[in-house]
């Protein structure tokens, strides 16, 4: 699995629970080390260890911490260049929904050997969508139902989501615009600001 998912998990736990969890959740899980370098692959047992180690340590299903990983990838302040590579899909949630087709070549683009499912949406009425997540990440479809929510609190709009688990060879995801102007917002420039 790549570094980069690691060290996501790794800056998530670390932020969320403090760096002494995630120190223990790396000694209990035999790593022998307690720092993951973002731009070496490990193996995916080594992914899928520390995540059972931190929902066994926190009392949680690793849907639930994935969840939180994805809204987290979002709302924090060490993460907005995600945040804003994610908002150039579009000015409206819905335009964005429809810009996760290209997700997995845009991150290609940005990091040529991180490998993401393809993504497709079906809209199924101008509120419905269903979101199709090819497997291949484990838990890839959970971070997303968390991205997802915290997007539409980005754009300011209600959503309802539901992880609808796997059907066939994807996982889906529903998708129901409730109101697309629920709220204001947070506020996004198209350009960076220099502080």
Request: some cysteine.
């Amino acid at each position: 699995m790549h570094g980069l998912i690691n060290r996501a998990v790794q800056s998530f736990v670390c932020a969320t629970y403090g760096r002494s969890c995630w120190l223990s959740v790396t000694q209990t899980a035999g790593l022998g080390f307690t720092d993951f370098e973002a731009m070496l692959i490990y193996d995916r047992d080594v992914s899928l260890r520390v995540l059972d180690t931190l929902c066994a340590k926190l009392g949680r299903s690793r849907d639930e911490i994935l969840e939180d990983l994805g809204t987290f990838l979002v709302s924090h302040p060490n993460t907005e260049a995600l945040r804003r590579l994610l908002r150039f899909g579009g000015v409206s949630y819905v335009e964005f929904l429809h810009s996760l087709d290209d997700l997995a070549d845009r991150a290609r683009l940005a990091v040529s050997d991180l490998d993401l499912p393809r993504l497709e949406l079906r809209e199924k009425s101008p509120t419905d969508f269903l979101l199709l997540c090819e497997p291949g990440l484990p838990g890839y479809a959970c971070v997303l139902v968390g991205l997802l929510r915290a997007m539409a609190d980005d754009y300011g709009a209600l959503v309802v989501l539901s992880y609808e688990g796997r059907r066939e060879t994807d996982e889906l995801i529903a998708i129901s615009l409730i109101e697309s102007a629920f709220s204001r917002g947070r506020r996004f420039d198209l350009g960076a600001r220099a502080r």
